[in-house]
């Protein structure tokens, strides 16, 4: 905007009072008009302002010398009752003495057709309200023996509401409001405009002549309705403008003379209007208007507008039967939003169930994405994402990994989210708060997003895609024209409105209070999910714990017990076999069989006591440097890295790590024992090494249960092991070559190895090609499994 006087600049009537007539073409701004002060009255009505206390005319309209028969400077002064006559002065007297609100206009009497030497006065209705201690009265040419006489009002508003109460949806009520109203005043156009949340309205319902072209869904830059404007509709009930082309007539004088103040007319029937609003209707072609508020709660929810494309009559009984109509749409909107929001509520809940049911069915959250129906059948929203046992499950179109992982942090450092009684962050312009959302707007404006788990960052995030709407602007929303006005450049409203398209980027279409609702109830069935889950499996956790005690004390006993028949088994077959010299070659070969699976059998019993031990022992931890065990472990099996027996390769020091260093060194012991073994080299190659959490990727595959951690390995070339028995390698007194091959053994020392392992909380696997070698992988957490 240019050539704008500045925000200091005084205005025209800021030394005195405000007048339509005088001023109105001064504006440079719609927001600064004092509207419920404008000085002036509609010409079709003559207006009287009175004390309270005595009831004597203190201002008057400057026309009333043709519809009161008296010019204003005969009536300043004098007693009502001069003009109404002493009974309607009674009359009128009695109700303000009943106590009559202020701001509540009523109407009270009509006044006779009155006939002079030069004109006929039509009978007027008067209508009177109170207003900051003085009392107004309004005088309007009644329509009681005209074209509305015999109308039944009542019945029609009867009937009207009625009709209203069956509505069926939100925008079924308002096209039933529209219906309604034009029904009832016969005018061109009735539409109900609604206000959305950055204060632009719609059309949002419409009832018109056929002839007429639709504006049904055409958006209004919010400039349209000025602020002012706006109070004064939370205030009144109707707004009637019969001739947006008639003149005005000013108040004489313009202050009152008790406190040099302007007139509130805020009440006013006959309120004059502003240039800048009957010059928005002549730009649209509308020569009269009539208009009503809905409120909800307080607030201006919408209007109810109403244009006529000729110079009309609002009688009396046609505003008040509109007026209790409005009332009633705005007692019933909350109603009618209500009743569409359950709808959706319930089918939300329905969804929100299936999903939970499904989940408990498949005992995990995975099914909340991946099952049909998913989150995105629950909620409108063009992708979900679940971050769940330090994984994401998606659906629909979501940002990627990455990006989740970086928005989850964000997000789960929101104060919202901290909220012990409604933890949910949302927002429909997710740039506004996030920088880093511009990369990833088209798919992720709109974001809704709910915790399961403050500790582990568990989150359900839905997202709607950056909504380009295609908006039927009635005019451009930028544009406000300024033109020279007589004293002064003045804003005018749009004089064209041609379909005007704006894309709202980076935005999406907001979050119902339904929607974030439901989200919330859903986090609640999650969690009770999970929580369900977790407290069965600490049953079955406290029952497998009691089961491998209960076998580990078994195992022990049995081998503790079973030695000592075995060692006399030994024994008396030995002496057998040395006390008999005559035994032929056949016998002797069975004894000495049975002094050799005998002490088979002892082994696989002291196999089979240790491991019982390693179940039962207590692991002691400590800060171990596993160099210093790596060089115990390879001492007690007889290698050292100076002889030429195999090459034992470090790439890098052993980190230090907190463990039990003397079961770590079985481990090592075990694993080393195997590589050594398992090989067809005169001199076997071990590797003994370890990777970092941040390198990982030079794995070809690392277990769910091993990320974030440090992984170690013992690295052969040996003879490697086919994938179908990576499983069966680590079960108690499995061999996978003959009994004497590759030096025997009884089978359990990976069994060993894992028990121990198992032990530090960690997990174990390996990888593998026959004829190349063999690596075993193994984790050492940092706590107590």
């Not at 009688?315 to 409005?326: D, H, I, N, V």
């Not at 794995?699 to 091993?706: G, K, S, W, Y």
């Amino acid at each position: 905007m240019t050539n704008n006087p500045t925000e200091n600049s005084p205005l025209p009537w800021s030394n005195g009072v405000y007048s339509v007539k005088r001023h109105g073409v001064t504006l440079t701004n719609c927001d600064s008009e004092p509207v419920q002060t404008p000085g002036c009255i509609q010409a079709h009505g003559a207006l009287l302002v009175l004390r309270r206390d005595d009831l004597k005319i203190m201002q008057t309209s400057e026309n009333s010398a043709y519809y009161l028969g008296e010019p204003p400077e005969h009536l300043l002064g004098q007693s009502v009752a001069s003009v109404v006559g002493a009974e309607n002065a009674a009359r009128l007297r009695e109700l303000l003495d009943g106590g009559l609100g202020e701001g509540n206009s009523l109407y009270v009497f009509t006044l006779p057709a009155r006939m002079d030497k030069i004109v006929t006065v039509a009978a007027l209705d008067v209508c009177v309200h109170t207003i900051e201690s003085v009392v107004v009265l309004e005088f309007e040419a009644t329509d009681r023996n005209g074209n509305q006489e015999g109308s039944d009002f009542f019945m029609r508003v009867k009937s009207a509401v009625r009709h209203l109460q069956t509505a069926n949806s939100l925008r079924d009520f308002c096209q039933r409001v529209a219906e309604e109203v034009r029904d009832m005043t016969g005018l061109d156009r009735v539409m109900v405009y609604r206000f959305h949340a950055d204060n632009h309205g719609e059309v949002f319902a419409e009832s018109k002549c056929d002839e007429l072209p639709a504006w049904l869904g055409l958006h209004y830059p919010e400039g349209d309705i000025p602020k002012p404007a706006r109070e004064i509709f939370k205030k009144i009930w109707i707004r009637p403008l019969p001739d947006a082309t008639g003149e005005l007539v000013e108040l004489v004088p313009l202050a009152n003379p008790d406190t040099g103040l302007p007139l509130n007319m805020t009440h006013c029937a006959l309120r004059g209007a502003s240039v800048m609003y009957t010059e928005y209707l002549t730009n649209m072609g509308v020569a009269a208007s009539l208009t009503m508020p809905i409120l909800r709660d307080g607030e201006l929810w919408g209007l109810i507008a109403c244009h006529h494309y000729t110079a009309t009559n609002f009688p009396y009984q046609m505003r008040a039967a509109c007026e209790f109509l409005a009332q009633v749409t705005s007692l019933q909107l909350k109603s009618a939003e209500q009743n569409e929001q359950l709808v959706y509520r319930l089918k939300l809940e329905g969804v929100h169930q299936q999903l939970v049911a499904k989940a408990a069915q498949e005992g995990g959250l995975m099914a909340l994405t991946e099952s049909q129906p998913s989150l995105l059948h629950a909620m409108d929203a063009s992708g979900a994402a679940v971050y769940h046992l330090n994984r994401w499950w998606q659906v629909g179109l979501t940002p990627n990994i990455e990006q989740l992982d970086t928005l989850a942090e964000w997000i789960n450092e929101r104060q919202e989210i901290e909220s012990d009684s409604r933890p949910v962050f949302v927002t429909d312009a997710l740039t506004r708060d996030y920088p880093a959302g511009k990369e990833i707007a088209k798919i992720a404006s709109g974001v809704l997003a709910v915790p399961l788990s403050r500790i582990r960052g568990d989150l359900i995030i839905w997202f709607r895609a950056e909504t380009i709407q295609t908006v039927n602007w009635a005019g451009d929303p930028q544009e406000k024209p300024l033109v020279p006005g007589p004293n002064g450049l003045r804003l005018t409203p749009r004089g064209s409105f041609d379909v005007f398209v704006e894309s709202v980027r980076e935005r999406a279409l907001p979050w119902l209070t339904v929607e974030i609702d439901s989200a919330l109830r859903l986090r609640m069935l999650v969690m009770e999910l999970v929580i369900s889950r977790a407290e069965r499996l600490a049953d079955l956790n406290a029952d497998l714990t009691r089961s491998n005690e209960e076998l580990d004390a078994f195992a022990y006993v049995a081998s503790h017990d079973l030695k000592e028949p075995l060692r006399g088994i030994h024994r008396y077959a030995y002496q057998l076999l040395e006390s008999l010299q005559t035994l032929d070659a056949e016998n002797r070969r069975r004894l000495e069989g049975l002094m050799r699976l005998t002490v088979r059998m002892d082994s696989l019993l002291d196999s089979l006591l240790h491991f019982s031990r390693v179940g039962r022992i207590n692991l002691e931890f400590e800060a171990v440097d596993l160099n210093e065990v790596l060089e115990e472990a390879m001492e007690m099996i007889g290698i050292r890295r100076t002889e030429n027996k195999c090459i034992i390769v470090i790439p890098r020091t052993l980190p230090n790590t907190p463990c039990d260093p003397v079961r770590v060194q079985e481990i090592f012991s075990n694993l080393i024992s195997n590589a050594l073994k398992y090989s067809h080299h005169d001199c076997p190659r071990i590797e003994v090494g370890y990777f970092r959490p941040d390198e990982h990727r030079m794995l070809l595959a690392v277990p769910a249960e091993a990320d974030g951690q440090t992984i170690y390995y013992v690295c052969d070339d040996g003879i490697g092991i086919e994938s179908r028995h990576f499983d069966q390698i680590f079960r108690m007194f499995k061999r996978l070559h003959g009994r004497d091959e590759f030096g025997g053994g009884t089978g359990a020392g990976l069994t060993i190895v894992k028990k121990l392992i198992q032990r530090h909380g960690g997990w174990v696997w390996l990888n593998s090609v026959v004829g190349t070698g063999s690596t075993f992988y193994f984790t050492l957490p940092c706590t107590r499994p």
